[in-house]
């Protein structure tokens, strides 16, 4: 079950148990990465959901905290249904190149189409950050470009940063 909250008349927040979460957990992983995670075809926010479990039984990643679902209007391509966006830390031991084929293989595993740039889609897996790492490969740049402008990765991450705060605060027993 989801939970909305209206931001303004373009931008709407959803929460649920998964999403914002933080999980507790020990990992060998080297790297820490943001991937940016989005959609507009079907039921996304379940899909979110799906994804969730999903990377949970990789054993190339772990699950460290996710942010709030952010619905949010289209860019670029404009004549589509808003998008459905959040943002999921992970933590993994492959490389930028490795991982992105992991990335591409999970869209299509969820029914993403590549047709046109910014054209609807099920599933939109991107990697915003990895590590402090800075890339610039013709099918991977790191950090994502322009992701500071954007809504759809801006307020999901801040609301990561809130939750881990929140959690903090209330584990002091203050």
Known sequence: MFLARALDKKHTI???RRFPSKLHVNNNHRFSVILGVGGNVG???RRM???WVYLGRLSQLTRVQSGVILKNPPFGYTQQDDFYNTVIKISTSLSP???LRVLWRIEKRFGRVRSFTNAPRT???DMIFFDKRILDYPELKI???HWEKRSS???PLKSMA???IRRHYENLNV
């Open 97 to 99: 190149r490795a991982l």
């Open 143 to 145: 950090p994502h470009p």
């Open 43 to 45: 039921d996304v926010r």
């Open 123 to 125: 599933l939109d897996l």
């Open 162 to 164: 809130r939750n881990t």
């Open 49 to 51: 959901e799906h994804l």
């Open 14 to 16: 959803y929460v649920s």
């Open 153 to 155: 990765v801006v307020i």
